[in-house]
């Protein structure tokens, strides 16, 4: 167990929906991160926020947002679903207390597999 | 934008052999960190290096920091069926100071 938790575990919704997956990191991080993986694919950084602030965007489309609450908890939003945007959602988190801006170890959450219909 | 290229992409070897797998790039990095992810949960940090040359285990499993510091390499030893997954290396870039994930290699063990 990472720690990190995340959900739902799964998602089953329509086509032009819109969904928000939910992240709380380790106790003690303050980075989350956000990651797409489809099937047989990689891990594709979408975003991360740092302490309640954005700090670095990846291939993350216009139709999804995030935020990182004072809890450091975090949620991704993703809207106008598509078929496409069926997978697996990953968040991790990090402590990020090392060098100024400088990633740390991730550890990651089980992950919500969504399903678009 | 920097790479991590990740070899083999996929294995498939029999129970008891040995494993190999690498991960190189022309950037250097501060970090290589190598991950195993079983199907349809979250990558699980194996081990972590942080100096060029560190050689580190853990079980069955051996890493290496590569001298360039453009490299890292993974081996696992007497393979058994539940080491199946995707293994993923990652480093943390000197230059940008970002974590980025190699695309990883599949590993299939027949027993």
């Known amino acids: 167990d990472s720690g990190v938790t995340q959900t739902p575990k799964h998602l089953i919704t329509a086509t032009g929906q819109r969904v928000t997956l939910r992240c709380s990191p380790r106790s003690g991080d303050l980075s989350v991160y956000w990651y797409q993986q489809s099937l047989d694919q990689g891990l594709q950084f979408l975003i991360q926020?740092?302490?309640?602030?954005?700090?670095a965007k990846g291939n993350i489309l216009e139709r999804f947002s995030a935020q990182q609450f004072p809890d450091l908890h975090s949620e991704l939003n993703l809207s106008s679903l598509e078929l496409g945007d069926s997978a697996l959602y990953f968040c991790a988190s990090s402590p990020n207390v090392g060098l100024a801006g400088f990633d740390d170890e991730q550890y990651f959450g089980p992950g919500t597999r969504l399903t678009v219909t | 934008g920097q790479q991590l290229n990740q070899s083999p992409q996929s294995m498939f070897i029999q129970e008891g052999e040995d494993v190999s797998m690498n991960c190189t790039s022309s950037s250097i990095f501060n970090t290589w960190l190598w991950y195993k992810q079983d199907p349809g949960e979250g990558p699980v940090l194996l081990i972590a290096l942080y100096k060029a040359g560190e050689l580190t285990s853990n079980g069955r499993l051996t890493a290496q920091f590569g001298i360039t510091r453009k490299d890292s390499f993974l081996n696992i030893s007497a393979s058994i069926p539940s080491d199946v997954g995707i293994y993923f290396c990652?480093?943390?870039?000197?230059?940008?100071?970002?974590?980025?994930f190699g695309q990883g290699t599949t590993l299939q063990v027949k027993p």
């Open positions: 990652a480093g943390i870039s000197s230059n940008t100071g970002k974590l980025i």
């Open positions: 926020y740092y302490n309640g602030e954005e700090r």
